[in-house]
């Protein structure tokens, strides 16, 4: 019996040491942001570091685009990419606001695109699973030596604008205000439309730029992208092509009536990606003059 009871506490001993050993090193991994230099930016007063952020053994890739002076906190604007893609559609419109004197921060959703450097998720991303993310972001950025917490903005194109509406929507208080681009407040009626009943949805299906899983369908059919933007407070652009194929006018339209402080931007002739140089110019100039109008008189030039 002494014999069972000394192994039986051997085993716990054991158990306890590993575990808090685990624990150890999961909350060590989590505290962790890794800092490198991604790469420099020549004739610009800006670099570019890594700064990526782990919940657990979860890796959430990002990039910070610093302005060169980097004493005291700045201004930080969060990019949010579309479907398919990854931070690095961001890079011209990030570099735009470190210029101006924000810190400009762009990530990767897990799973959100092919060539995502984050850490996969199993079963597929999903609206949903992008607003965890976002959320994890932005509650990381606050904590960071270089962030200004008054001054935190969300900025996002297609899925990323409407996930940016929905975390900004919700994080009052944290989030400063808003650049949304071609927001797709369309994908949960375009995911009932693709399928009305929840027994017929595939395991992947082909969806506008990427495959998604099963995941991406079920948690969107009961989205509401519309219940929480009566209650946000603070100054929103709202930027839409009127030759939008992707994300029809209307969903804009109606937007634009809830939102509080919006300042609605219908650009005639543009489409979703903005990829003429005629809509770049237009969108880079409509950005710009918000962050300018953002910044902390003492950082203007």
Same mark, same amino acid.
């Given at each position: ?28 991994? =989590? ?58 559609? /961001? ?24 060539? /995502? ?15 965890? =993310? ?13 962030? =200004? ?54 395991? /992947? ?44 006018? /209307? ?11 919006? =300042? ?38």
């Amino acid at each position: 019996m002494k014999k069972g009871i000394k192994a039986g506490i051997g085993i716990a001993i054991v158990a306890a040491i590993f575990g808090g050993g685990y624990w150890g090193v999961t909350s060590y991994i =989590d505290s962790q942001s890794p800092r490198k230099v991604v790469k420099g930016t020549s004739g610009t007063a800006i670099h570019i570091e890594e700064v990526s952020f782990y919940e657990g053994l979860n890796k959430i890739y990002g990039k910070a685009y610093m302005p060169q002076d980097t004493l005291g906190r700045k201004p930080v604007v969060i990019y949010c990419h579309g479907l398919g893609q990854n931070g690095d559609e /961001s890079d011209a419109l990030c570099r735009l606001a470190a210029g101006k004197g924000y810190v400009a921060y762009t990530f990767d959703f897990r799973s959100g695109g092919p060539a /995502s450097r984050s850490t996969e998720l199993p079963g597929g991303m999903s609206v949903e699973t992008e607003r965890k =993310d976002l959320e994890t972001v932005v509650q990381r950025i606050r904590k960071e030596d270089f962030t =200004d917490k008054g001054k935190v903005f969300l900025m996002g194109h297609s899925q990323g604008g409407l996930v940016a509406a929905l975390v900004g929507s919700s994080f009052r208080r944290e989030v400063a205000g808003m650049i949304l681009i071609a927001p797709a407040f369309n994908l949960p009626d375009m995911g009932r439309e693709r399928y009305p009943k929840v027994k017929d949805i595939a395991d /992947s299906t082909n969806f506008i730029a990427m495959v998604v899983g099963k995941r991406y369908f079920s948690d969107i059919r009961n989205l509401n992208p519309y219940k929480w933007l009566s209650r946000y407070d603070g100054d929103v652009l709202l930027i839409q092509g009127a030759a939008d194929d992707i994300v029809p006018q /209307s969903y804009a339209d109606r937007a634009a009536e809830e939102f509080k402080n919006v =300042d609605y931007k219908l650009l005639p002739g543009i489409g979703h990606t903005f990829n003429s140089s005629s809509a770049r110019k237009q969108l880079h100039s409509l950005v710009g003059a918000y962050l300018d109008a953002h910044l902390d008189p003492s950082a203007r030039k």
